[in-house]
T-cell receptor, first 110, second 112 residues
């Protein structure tokens, strides 16, 4: 039982490049989330998916897109990376109110 | 003003001390309260959760909710260097979205 897994663990991009962050959970949870965490800013919700086939914007969705591929997988895409997107990205899943987080992806945009 | 306020610290204590970590909130609809622990370069992990008011104890950890004051606390007894981490409070309302509102986290350092 791996819980929530994320790939890659680290990534360096140049401004304007694109990439997709992958997330998968094996707990059969309906809801999945993408957060970014920046120093002094705490966790900020980017997008979430309450169930397979649905996605909704969170607090800071600009510059990101998501895909809920199936019940297990929820990906986050940066179409044209900007230095302001340098952050640590966490994926989480939940059945009700308690969330289970992945180990994070450290992204640097130069 | 953010819905959930949490002092970022750092809070530095000697080993064996009793630690008190706190959050205040403004939304009276919050009924479900959680504490997450996040070690450096790791994802947050759920430590404890409580529903409505009162206390909940789990080993050296006690979570306390005072809804009349809109104030929640996490107490750590006999603190250990391994407790050094960032502690995030989170809370959500009963109805509607289950998405929690997080505090910014308090950094705790327990030195030997």
């Amino acid at each position: 039982n791996a819980g929530v897994t994320q790939t890659p663990k680290f990534q360096v991009l140049k401004t304007g490049q694109s990439m997709t962050l992958q997330c998968a959970q094996d707990m059969n949870h309906n809801s999945m989330y993408w957060y970014r965490q920046d120093p002094g800013m705490g966790l900020r919700l980017i997008y979430y998916s309450a169930s397979e086939g649905t996605t909704d914007k969170g607090e800071v969705p600009n510059g990101y897109n998501v895909s809920r591929l199936n019940k297990r997988e929820f990906s986050l895409r940066l179409e044209s990376a900007a230095p302001s997107q340098t952050s640590v990205y966490f994926c989480a899943s939940s059945e009700e109110r308690t969330q289970y987080f992945g180990p994070g992806t450290r992204l640097t945009v130069l | 003003q953010k819905e959930v306020e949490q002092d970022p610290g750092p809070l530095s204590v000697p080993e064996g001390a009793i630690v008190s970590l706190n959050c205040t909130y403004s939304n009276s609809a919050f009924q479900y309260f959680m504490w997450y622990r996040q070690y450096s370069r790791k994802g947050p992990e759920l430590l404890m959760y409580t529903y409505s008011s009162g206390n909940k104890e789990d080993g050296r950890f006690t979570a306390q909710v005072d809804k009349s004051s809109k104030y929640i606390s996490l107490f750590i007894r006999d603190s250990q260097p391994s407790d050094s981490a960032t502690y995030l409070c989170a809370m959500s309302a009963l109805g509607g979205s289950y998405i929690p509102t997080f505090g910014r986290g308090t950094s705790l350092i327990v030195h030997p």
